[in-house]
T-cell receptor, first 109, second 112 residues
């Protein structure tokens, strides 16, 4: 079983739509969880950390369910500039970051 | 805003040649990483470095790879004898010990 799995995508949505991405991880000892965003041929950039209590940053909401080993990202009122690949990232013991394969989002005009 | 910088942005090399990829991490960071991403594939961990030694490495990081922190600012990845399958984007990252890391813009390595 892969360490971090994500919806394969791509997700093609119209501007203004709400879109949700799912991620599961296999190692129950995982400690920290993040969503990164990667534009085509660019470096991953931190979008937000994910906490058990859930956290929100503007149009973005992230949730963590440790019991189910599941992480989600919700994007509301999507913009053209949200088009990117969204990477679910998990760490063990604060060290090695394990990346999921990413879910590509295309927001269409 | 402080950032991780990598040079060169693109390196073309012949198979069998040695390459050195360079990184300048964020100045007060203590943990350093190299990752690679083959085109169209996921980001893969290569190695982490702390306190002047390797703290963890993946099975990809075999004997042809090495890392160094030759001075107080640079962090390098050396590939001794490049293979075609080493063609990828190589990302350096650094962390202050907080759970998240900042990534450099990457070096695209093309082995021909």
């Amino acid at each position: 079983r892969k360490e971090v799995e994500q919806d394969p995508g791509p997700f093609n949505v119209p501007e203004g739509a709400t879109v949700a991405f799912n991620c599961t991880y296999s190692n129950s000892a995982s400690q920290s969880f993040f969503w990164y965003r990667q534009d085509c041929r660019k470096e991953p950039k931190l979008l937000m950390s994910v906490y058990s209590s859930g956290n929100e940053d503007g149009r973005f909401t992230a949730q963590l369910n440790r019991a189910s080993q599941y992480i989600s990202l919700l994007i509301r009122d999507s913009k053209l500039s949200d088009s990117a690949t969204y990477l679910c990232v998990v760490t063990l013991y604060g060290q090695n970051f394990v990346f999921g394969p990413g879910t590509r989002l295309s927001v269409l005009p | 805003e402080p950032e991780v910088t990598q040079t060169p942005s693109h390196q073309v090399t012949q198979m069998g040649q040695e390459v050195i990829l360079r990184c300048v991490p964020i100045s007060n960071h203590l943990y350093f990483y190299w990752y690679r991403q083959i085109l169209g594939q996921k980001v893969e961990f290569l190695v982490s470095f702390y306190n002047n030694e390797i703290s963890e490495k993946s099975e990809i990081f075999d004997d042809q790879f090495s890392v160094e922190r030759p001075d107080g600012s640079n962090f390098t990845l050396k590939i001794r004898s490049t293979k075609l399958e080493d063609s990828a984007m190589y990302f350096c990252a650094s962390s202050a010990g907080t759970p998240f890391a900042f990534f450099g813009q990457g070096t695209r390595l093309t082995v021909v």
